[in-house]
């Protein structure tokens, strides 16, 4: 693993299902975030994690659920998948010890809930 | 509210100049990034501003004025693989990045 790795790619997924979205980082970077991207909209943060242990809600948290074990591993879970929560997800880290470092994201992850 | 507005889309010709701005209206401000994003691609780092005044790095430049809430990114001898939308994002007080929409680049030959 070279950065930080998504699963699934793609998912299809039916309304009042649970979902697990899976995120790894190989960087030791101690911030971890979830966002979502729809179009005409910015992204926008549904949870994070400053450090293992601890996370934080976002702007859009409602039917989202994160843990954060260790500092590799930051999965997200819809507990019951709506409609609304169509849309790609991105999971991204950074160095959070400086304001000015970047952040490195996966390559998202694009759910349908039908 | 915070608030983050760019342009929705722009269209550029091959090789020639293009400025993407940026207003931001924010609680608190801990420097504003630009990444750009290709269609069905993550988000890539492109800069990082501070202080106001002009950071140059190579065919990009990036601009802020504290005082007027304002960024713009310059992108100078565009080339096709240009075409990508850029966002530009805002870190707050609470060293949250709060994201613009993006804006939308396309690249004519």
């Known amino acids: 693993i070279a950065g930080i790795t998504q699963a699934p790619t793609s998912q299809i997924l039916a309304a009042g299902r649970r979902m697990t979205l899976r995120c790894t980082q190989d960087?030791?970077?101690?911030?971890m975030y979830w966002y979502r991207q729809d179009l005409g909209l910015g992204l926008r943060l549904i949870h994070y994690?400053?450090?293992?242990?601890?996370?934080g809600k976002g702007e859009v948290p409602d039917g989202y659920s994160v843990s954060r074990a260790n500092t590799d591993d930051f999965p997200l879970t819809l507990a019951s998948a709506v409609p609304s929560q169509t849309s790609v997800y991105f999971c991204?880290?950074?160095?959070?010890?400086?304001?000015?470092?970047?952040?490195?994201f996966g390559q998202g992850t694009r759910l349908t809930v039908v | 509210g915070q608030n983050i507005d760019q342009p929705t889309e722009m269209t550029a010709t091959e090789g020639a100049i293009v400025q993407i701005n940026c207003t931001y209206q924010?609680?608190?401000?801990?420097?504003l990034f630009w990444y750009q994003q290709h269609a069905g691609e993550a988000p890539t780092f492109l800069s990082y501003?501070?202080l106001d005044g002009l950071e140059e790095k190579g065919r990009f430049s990036s601009f802020l004025s504290r005082s007027k809430g304002y960024s713009y990114l310059l992108l100078k001898e565009l080339q096709m693989k240009d075409s990508a939308s850029y966002l530009c994002?805002?870190?707050?007080?609470?060293?949250?990045?709060?994201w613009g929409a993006g804006t939308k680049l396309i690249i004519k030959p």
């Open positions: 501003n501070v």
């Open positions: 994690s400053n450090t293992a242990g601890t996370t």
């Open positions: 991204a880290s950074s160095d959070s010890s400086a304001p000015n470092t970047e952040a490195f």
């Open positions: 994002a805002v870190m707050d007080s609470n060293y949250q990045l709060i």
């Open positions: 960087m030791r970077h101690n911030a």
């Open positions: 924010t609680s608190g401000f801990n420097g």
